[in-house]
């Protein structure tokens, strides 16, 4: 796999409009659309309010459905939405062994802003071109890097249309006994 540059987010959002200021600044390609997925999935798990509306925002339209629990009256499938917040509920340090410096040593503790996420692609990514692309975003807590399908929309902006490897499990974050005995 080839190593394309490392995405570097601002910090995490504290409203819709920071999410899609900062979307709008990398997600012209689809490794910085993939950082923008992991950010909402890191939004969801401090609080699911602000993450539902930018999950809406950083996945493919395809994947929502009109309703209340989103952005601009669309949502996220409920299917989806059930099955990210029953793995984030459980493990909520999943989102955060994606940016870099956050390791299952460190309790997947985030490193101060800005955030890097580290992407990279294979034979069988695609080509930008076609409006389609595999991403794989590195994880300090997996084996191997977790692949995300991109689309671009008709703005340009790369969107996530499969992300479920995202949110399946990493290795779980490393309990230090304090023995001040």
């Known amino acids: 796999m080839s190593s394309p540059p490392k995405i570097e987010i ?8 920071e999410f899609r200021a900062q979307r709008d600044l990398v997600a012209w390609t689809p490794h910085g ?10 939004a969801f798990a401090e609080g699911e309010e602000l993450g539902k509306q930018c999950l809406a925002v950083a ?3 395809s994947r929502l459905e009109e309703g209340p629990y989103g952005y601009r009256g669309w949502q996220l499938g409920a299917r989806e939405r059930n099955l990210i ?15 870099r410096s956050a390791t299952p040593e460190n309790g997947y503790q ?18 930008p071109g076609s409006g389609t692309f595999k991403a794989f975003v590195v994880s300090s ?7 995300v399908r991109m689309e671009r929309n008709t703005k340009g902006i790369w969107k996530a249309a499969e992300w479920s490897s995202l949110i399946v499990g990493v290795q779980p974050p490393v309990n230090q006994i304090d023995d001040d005995l």
Do not use: F, N, T, W
């Not at 601002?10 to 409009?17: Q, V």
């Not at 917040?85 to 940016?99: C, F, G, N, T, V």
């Not at 807590?141 to 692949?147: E, V, W």
């Open 85 to 99: 917040s029953a793995q984030l509920r459980d493990h909520p340090y999943i989102p955060r062994s994606y940016i």
């Open 33 to 42: 659309g993939a950082a923008m997925m992991v950010v909402a999935l890191l």
């Open 59 to 61: 996945v493919d339209r």
């Open 141 to 147: 807590g997996a084996d191997s890097p977790r692949p």
């Open 110 to 127: 985030l490193p101060a802003p800005p955030y890097s996420i580290a992407c990279e692609e294979s034979p069988y990514s695609g080509h």
């Open 10 to 17: 601002a910090g995490l959002p504290l409203s819709i409009e």
